[in-house]
């Protein structure tokens, strides 16, 4: 076996992406010689990931499951399916929060640190398995030297081309490798190559395929005043009459909106093909006719027309909503479209909120 004289146990750099970018980052809190983490695709808190809004994502967790269990792909941990059973039957969360606990960075950022690696981070805006508002979260709780991309895509989609070999020129793979390579010169090799003084967060915005232009920030969460919140305003509605988002403090009495549990709507909002979809979805919009929606079901609010050109980067939250139920378990699903005059929507973003 031949000898390696030069290298250097001081330092040492993991990375992986997915479940490899998971295990990276927990060597990293182990072992106080990896001076380099990557991170891509990334699961930074298992239990959130996975019971993201207190919901189960079935098809993404599933997947991930089942993948544990395929030869040649993984091995099953010990009671992994017996926790994904519990987040789907949501029976003793406190087993299950402390189990993915100390499976997850968030859960050792005690010892990352005090082992003080410099980490470069990506993530994909679709990512239904491992979430970017939860990436960005704990992103944002690193007192490290850090790094993070936010591309256009789902799951290991933007890492997946360099993983082949392949270099498509200013895609966000081209990126994602070219800044994981620069990351490990300047913090291995001590190469002063700007990569650590650059913002550090970019966010790949979407329209222009897989080379859509990066905006980037100083620091994440964005200063006060690059925020914008809409209001929900106007009652009463029908289906022809939606009510509206008003960036200003409304006057008037607001009514309170009522909408029914059913399936009628399932096939005018819908979140696409599993995968594809999420994957394709610059290219080939998921849509919705929003003045088809049966408003028995859903409730829709409409802004006025942004100016031209609006960038929208980040995460949507909902806050300030307040729901009285008729049952003691419920869901809601929300989504946010890119609307024409005809209100034709091309879809930006969901997410859903389970209450049990």
Same mark, same amino acid.
């Given at each position: ?83 994904? +059973? ?40 679709? +990512? ?20 993070? +991309? ?106 309170? +909106? ?99």
């Amino acid at each position: 076996m031949e000898k390696f004289h030069h290298a250097d146990p001081r330092s040492i750099a993991v990375g992986g992406i997915s479940y490899g970018s998971l295990i990276s980052q927990l060597a990293a809190a182990a072992d106080s010689r990896i001076r380099v983490v990557l991170a891509l695709s990334g699961c930074s808190n298992l239990f959130d990931e996975l019971y993201w809004q207190r919901s189960i994502t079935n098809e993404w967790g599933s997947l991930l499951v089942q993948a544990a269990k395929a030869p040649g792909v993984g091995r099953e941990g010990a009671n992994l399916s017996k926790m994904y +059973d519990r987040l789907k039957e949501h029976k003793e969360m406190d087993i299950v929060a402390s189990w993915c606990s100390s499976r997850s960075m968030e859960g050792v950022l005690e010892q990352i640190h005090a082992n003080n690696p410099a980490i470069y981070m990506s993530h994909q805006h679709q +990512d239904n398995l491992f979430h970017s508002d939860v990436e960005l979260r704990v992103w944002h709780k690193l007192q490290v030297p850090k790094k993070l +991309d936010l591309n256009q895509g789902t799951h290991a989609s933007a890492e997946l081309l360099g993983l082949l070999g392949i270099s498509e020129p200013h895609s966000a793979s081209n990126r994602v490798w070219s800044n994981a390579f620069r990351w490990l010169e300047r913090w291995l090799k001590g190469v002063q190559n700007g990569v650590d003084l650059e913002d550090a967060v970019h966010m790949q915005l979407g329209g222009d395929g897989v080379r859509s232009s990066y905006v980037g920030f100083a620091s994440w969460p964005p200063p006060p005043g690059s925020l914008t919140m809409f209001m929900l305003f106007m009652h009463p509605r029908s289906s022809r009459n939606f009510g509206v988002l008003v960036q200003n403090s409304a006057s008037g009495e607001l009514e309170v +909106d009522k909408i029914s549990y059913g399936t009628t709507d399932e096939q005018t909002m819908s979140t696409g093909l599993f995968f594809l979809s999420d994957l394709l979805k610059v290219l080939v919009p998921i849509t919705a006719q929003l003045n088809n929606a049966d408003d028995r079901y859903s409730v829709i609010y409409k802004s006025s027309r942004l100016p031209l050109p609006s960038l929208l980067c980040g995460v949507p939250k909902v806050t300030g909503l307040t729901v009285l139920p008729s049952t003691q378990r419920f869901q809601l699903v929300l989504y946010i479209y890119d609307v024409d005059r005809n209100d034709l929507g091309k879809l930006i973003a969901h997410g859903t909120r389970a209450v049990w």
